[in-house]
């Protein structure tokens, strides 16, 4: 099998698992859990495997490496149909897709007494499936599709799975999403009419003179961050998240907050910046004031949280916002890519980081019955294991170094540095000290101090069993192994990033590119 084929197979393995589960939903529990199982590790597999024959399949002239295309699932005339490809700012992202599916996928196999099993586990391999599409997707309307492939099953796995407020909660996420889907489809068939006649896909466009002038840039770009700004909790269209995390099944918790919400981060970064630079800059303020929204906003309302899930949910929402300034910095500096290269290992930081939050919640849920910090306290001297690890996942979401999140927000200090305005880069710092503030609380309300607990619920507390380590082991050591050696992402990362960015930045302004140090 070539490496193509493999990337293939990467895609196509969850799908199949889901349906074969349909065709053998007659056979012993244990079997489907194993089918399931397979579906979630085989990708995870290849993607490390993919990683490492990156440098040598890669292709010079474009960057992308295990290309493959499938005209018959599109429409050739149109220059639309699937291609698959992966280059160096897809691929750390594919890989965090990966190990954040396996991690979730094990989650909810090894969760006892689930209603409708096989339902739950076909409909997490859906979305694994779209997930994983829309990374390896190098055609435009594919990487779309896939999207919308992984955020139906995400609304059926709320509605059907989902705790209290689901349907509530299920119906808000499908109006807000809609519309955003609808908005960013816009923008996406604006700029299709508007291209020449080549296959509309990141390769071909970038071998082509696009004629597209400032108006009709901003036009296209106002669309796909505003639908993208939705998909993504962008304040102030952020209202959605929180509750739809707090509502869902933590396997659908990890995979939303920890990977299908990086599509529009993704999105702007691939597409907008690469094509639409002077729309980028256009709207470079706007975006910068709305993630100091995310930042500032709805990081004093994540401090109030007395539910632990619901913080977690809004600290995902808040981490938003320094991704945002990222790509930002690349339009005010000019051409100096450090900002986009930090937008991005904040993607593949904060994706594991938030899953195992998640995950470890609801283990923190099991033991104690409650999600209210006020009602826990002492559950270290009864579960030292699960503690250590979620004061880990707590550090890992602050920044602390040795996890890969410090990387991604020093190098997003140093793309800001760069413009020297002290006050922005101040409130970023005061990002650091909110999300200091209630991660430390949160930890010393739930693990340290007196035990609010009845004494027979106490008393009946357990340490993590060997079925929770291993996700939580699986995603520690992702975000450890960056932390120590981040050139594990970008040694492909930075020239991926100049050599798709040092030609489109924006033209007002003239600036040298920088790449992302290996020691940012």
Known sequence: MNSANL??????????????????????????????????????????????????????????AFFSECKWLGVESTGIWLKLGLNGISLPLFVMAAIVGLAAGMRAIWTKDTKMPTLYYATLLFIQTGLLGLFASIDIFGFYIFHEFALIPTFIAILIWGGYGKRTTAITMAVYLTLGAMISLAGLVYFYVNTPAVAFDFISLKNVVLNLNAGMQTSIFALLLFGFGIL????????????????????????????????????????????????????????????????????LITMVQRDLKHMISYSSVMHMGPIFLGIAAFAFSGGDVTGLGAAVMMMFAHGLSVALLFHLTQAVADRTGTLDMQKMGGLATRAPVLAAFFVAAMMASIGLPGFANFWGELSIFVSLASLKPFWLISLVIISIVISAIYGLRAVARVFYGAEALPAEQAAAVKDITPAERIPALLLFAALVAVGFVPSLVTDELNPALTQSFAQTAPAAVEAPVAPVDDAQ
């Not at 349906?19 to 194993?34: E, G, I, N």
């Not at 089918?35 to 495997?49: E, K, S």
């Open 232 to 299: 993504v909790s962008l304040f102030p269209f952020h209202t959605w998240a929180p509750d739809t995390y707090s509502a869902a099944p933590t396997p659908v918790s990890m995979l939303h907050a920890g990977v299908l919400k990086k599509f529009g981060l993704y999105g702007l970064v691939q597409l907008g910046a690469a094509f639409l630079p002077l729309g980028l800059e256009s709207w470079a303020k706007w975006i910068l004031v709305l993630a100091l929204g995310n930042i500032l906003v709805i990081g």
């Open 7 to 64: 990337l293939q197979t990467a895609v196509a393995a969850p799908l199949l698992a889901s349906v074969v589960l349909f065709l053998a939903k007659s056979t012993p529990l244990v079997v489907r859990k194993s089918v399931a199982l397979v579906g979630f590790a085989l990708p995870c597999l290849i993607a490390l495997a993919l990683a490492g024959l990156f440098s040598e399949a890669k292709d010079a002239a474009t960057g992308y």
